[in-house]
């Protein structure tokens, strides 16, 4: 027999979280009291949208990042849905667009302008009808532009193409009609070949989103799923529910045999939905609790025994909502590996909470930010459409870094061409939209040229040096030991340069 360990090692192990102060919080938003089992919030690296309340239809505000501190009791709204606002969700490939969907059974996609709003924005981009009922859910596709999937209260998950110059667009590209019940949540794996839901009926199913098929469904009777999560590449699926005896419960299945979960463990006794998230690049699953203040987190692997508790965060704030900051928007600076912005509906408050590993070292730690997917779609609609499929573009978060291409770009690429060589009419115009202090242009809008592509080019310009150091990899000294140190350092490099 052989002997494990009782501990192991991990370099996440102390990971702890960080609320912000109250100076960098969001203070009088008026949350939503929908009790919709939703985040009703979402974050990229320039905005945060949460759903608020709002007579006489349903609203949500778009606050920029930096705005933080009380908000104007009249600050401008995004209004123009009849019903309340169930979902928000920005497109990962455009930090200015973001898609609603509403009671009143329609997605709106709507388009942020680079000012300020000065007033209610009530005009939509393009409007999406299709659904019976109310729409609950909706999701970005994950590796190909322009695809949004939706789910409605009429059993129908709904695949929609963007890229098309209709305003109103009334017939979806496919419809799903394998559910019985209310779609609980939807999850895609890596490449965004496979779609996971979850139903009110309590099963887990893999869809082929393409075709429409069930591949596997999960009919175990000790786990009621509520939500579902694809964990990355380990073809494992994670699911949130309650078991028999109605505890909270997380369960880790195998995505090609949901017969059985290969792990169950309950958590809590409370009545409160759990929302699972995951991040690949760590290996990291954080589970929030719907009406507690607390956050777990684990470790994943794919042996055994598979989930790993590494500690919680523990608030006396219970939250409504959560939303979660991309990888590229975070503080490499300070080791922060992943940020949560917290819904405190009774103070009307938005928590921002950083997941940090504590490190001495101030330089930048590659061991913790592997290349990380970035905002530019490895597939066009019509490609994904046809069946191809393709991994995620990956960055580094480094300062300053070169763009990552695991994969060759397909050869007909007609809209996203900016890392190709290009033409000085499409240079300019990205050059121009990196010196425009971080706002998007309104040309390039309608030319559907990446944002990324500018601040890229704008991170290269830039100098990281402080007094001569780099201040990722040579901070500047502290003490006047270090800078007699540093002194020495530099003459005894100069005198050798002399007698060279």
Not at 474 to 489: D, S
Request: proline share 7%; with cysteine; hydrophobic share 35%.
């Amino acid at each position: 027999m052989s002997w494990h360990p009782q501990y192991r090692s991990s370099k996440f192990r102390h990971v702890f979280g960080k609320p912000a102060s109250k100076e960098n919080c969001y203070d009088s938003v008026p949350i939503t009291r929908s009790v919709h089992d939703n985040h009703f919030c979402a974050v990229n690296p320039h905005f945060i949208a949460v759903v608020t309340e709002c007579a006489g239809g349903g609203a949500f505000l778009v606050i920029p990042l930096h705005q933080t501190g009380k908000l104007d009791p009249h600050y401008p709204k995004v209004c123009g849905h009849r019903g309340n606002v169930l979902d928000v969700k920005w497109n990962p490939f455009d930090d200015f667009e973001i898609a609603s969907c509403s009671e009143d059974a329609t997605i709106k996609i709507w388009s942020i302008p680079k000012q300020l709003l000065t007033r209610n924005l009530t005009a939509c981009r393009k409007e999406l009808v299709g659904h019976a009922r109310r729409v609950g859910l909706v999701e970005w596709h994950p590796t190909a532009a322009n695809i949004l999937f939706s789910a409605g209260y009429d059993y129908k998950v709904m695949i929609w193409n963007l890229d098309t110059k209709e305003s109103v667009i009334t017939s979806p590209m496919r419809t799903i009609s394998c559910h019985q019940d209310v779609i609980l949540s939807m999850s895609f794996n890596t490449n965004g070949s496979l779609l996971a839901t979850t139903c009110k009926d309590r099963k887990i199913r893999v869809i082929d989103p393409r075709a429409g098929t069930v591949l596997q469904e999960a009919n175990y009777k000790g786990h009621r799923a509520s939500k579902v999560l694809f964990l990355g590449n380990l073809k494992k699926l994670m699911s949130t529910g309650t078991s028999r005896w109605n505890n909270r419960q997380v369960a880790l299945w195998d995505q090609d045999d949901l017969s059985v979960p290969l792990l169950e463990e309950d958590l809590d006794g409370s009545s409160g939905v759990l929302f699972p998230f995951y991040d690949a690049d760590t290996s990291m699953l954080y589970v929030v609790g719907k009406g507690d203040g607390n956050i777990r987190y684990y470790e994943v692997s794919a042996d055994k025994p598979h989930l790993s508790y590494l500690t919680e965060y523990r608030s006396y704030n219970p939250q409504k909502g959560i939303g979660v900051m991309p990888k590229r928007g975070l503080d490499v600076s300070s080791c922060e590996i992943f940020r949560f912005y917290k819904l405190i509906t009774t103070k009307s408050l938005i928590e921002p909470i950083s997941m940090i590993v504590p490190r001495r070292s101030e330089s930048y730690q590659e061991d913790i930010y592997p290349p990380t997917a970035g905002a530019q779609p490895s597939l066009t609609a019509q490609e994904w459409l046809s069946g191809m499929n393709q991994d995620p573009i990956l960055v580094s978060l480094r300062p300053g870094s070169e763009l990552l291409r695991p994969h060759p770009l397909p050869a007909e690429r007609p809209v996203f061409h900016s890392m190709a060589p290009a033409s000085p009419r499409l240079l300019n115009q990205t050059e121009k939209l990196a010196a425009e202090d971080g706002w998007r242009s309104s040309s390039l809008l309608e030319e559907k040229t990446p944002r990324w592509a500018a601040e890229h080019r704008l991170e290269e310009k830039k100098s990281w040096l402080t007094n001569g150091f780099d201040v990722f990899e040579c901070p500047p000294p502290k003490t006047e030991n270090e800078v007699l140190y540093q002194r020495r350092k530099q003459e005894v490099r100069n005198q050798i340069y002399a007698f060279n």
